[in-house]
């Protein structure tokens, strides 16, 4: 699928609510074009996008903050966001299209380069080899995102995301309502005796 053609279908399928693509050789413009033209979008999938350079999601954000016109509507019924195996940093695009996107409660990245930016509405967070999320990040998460109920966090190789990012969430969720966490398979913590 081409820009040319994710743009048509964007455009003649405004009440679209979910959207998930993989391996296909669009670039920036047409990932824009469906945030404008879709504003009912629910859920929306992106994997392995091999027509983005690395500079595509800066790309991205500008088509997004500096659009010709005023036609970039939000997209307030956005729920789900999966972004996986694509190229380019991402913390940019992320925080713009979340500020457009109110109801955003989860969020899906792996093998992509992110770093420590958090989202206050989050209920349901994988972070899938993102080598650059680490310590502060999570920590920034447990503090910010009250709503999550889900996280699952694989760290990879490079493992920047160890116990003390996770004890933060774990005392931030083991609450009033801490059983509302799931734990994926993050990491083994030893609670500590301050608990």
């Known amino acids: 699928m081409s820009d040319n053609g994710l743009s048509s279908l964007a455009a003649s399928a405004p009440e679209l609510r979910k959207l998930s693509v993989a ?3 669009f670039g ?12 009912l979008l629910e859920d929306l999938s992106v994997k392995r996008l091999r027509g983005l350079p690395d500079t595509a999601a800066t790309t991205i954000t500008e ?34 299209i979340t500020a457009r996107a109110p109801g955003l409660v989860e969020l899906h990245l792996e093998k992509l380069q992110v770093g420590d930016r958090g989202l ?3 209920e349901v967070l994988f972070l899938v080899k993102t080598p650059e999320c680490t310590d502060s990040g999570i920590i920034s998460v447990a503090e910010k995102c009250h709503k999550l109920r889900k996280l ?3 760290g990879w190789r490079t493992n920047r995301i160890g116990d003390f990012g996770l004890m933060a969430v774990a005392r931030g969720m083991f609450g009033p309502a801490g059983d509302r966490l799931d734990w994926g398979q993050p990491h083994c913590v030893e609670p500590p005796d301050a608990w």
């Not at 920036?28 to 504003?39: E, G």
């Not at 903050?65 to 996986?84: G, H």
């Open 23 to 25: 391996s296909c050789t």
């Open 120 to 122: 206050g509405n989050l």
């Open 152 to 154: 699952h966090i694989d």
């Open 63 to 96: 088509e997004i903050k500096f659009p010709q016109a005023l036609s970039l509507r939000s997209v307030p019924n956005l729920r789900s966001l999966k972004i996986l195996h694509c190229s380019g940093a991402w913390d940019l695009p992320l925080e713009v």
């Open 28 to 39: 920036p413009k047409a990932f824009v074009a469906v945030l404008k033209a879709c504003p």
